[in-house]
């Protein structure tokens, strides 16, 4: 399944240097391992233009002692 999310610039950049390999979300999608992030790159107050896919490859939902109740940690990897 692929989900459209928006994203702040600072962390936009730092998964397209792959500096950021994971995204943190409140499960309310019912992220799967295999899902596709459609990241959209957001100010605040507008979309900038700048998108880039990731493929979720691990997740850690909130059964994982530390993860908040609802949300979820994925391991994600930019698709070409």
Not at 10 to 39: P, Q, T
Not at 49 to 68: A, H, S
Request: hydrophobic residues 40%.
């Amino acid at each position: 399944m692929e989900h459209e999310l928006k994203i702040y610039p600072k962390y936009f950049e730092a998964v397209v240097s792959r500096k950021k390999m994971f995204e943190i979300r409140k499960n309310d999608r019912k992220f799967c391992a295999g899902d596709v992030l459609l990241l959209k790159e957001w100010d605040n107050i507008k979309y900038t233009g700048r998108e880039v896919k990731v493929e979720v490859i691990y997740l850690l939902d909130d059964k994982f002692i530390g993860i908040q109740t609802g949300y979820v940690v994925m391991g994600i990897e930019l698709v070409n």
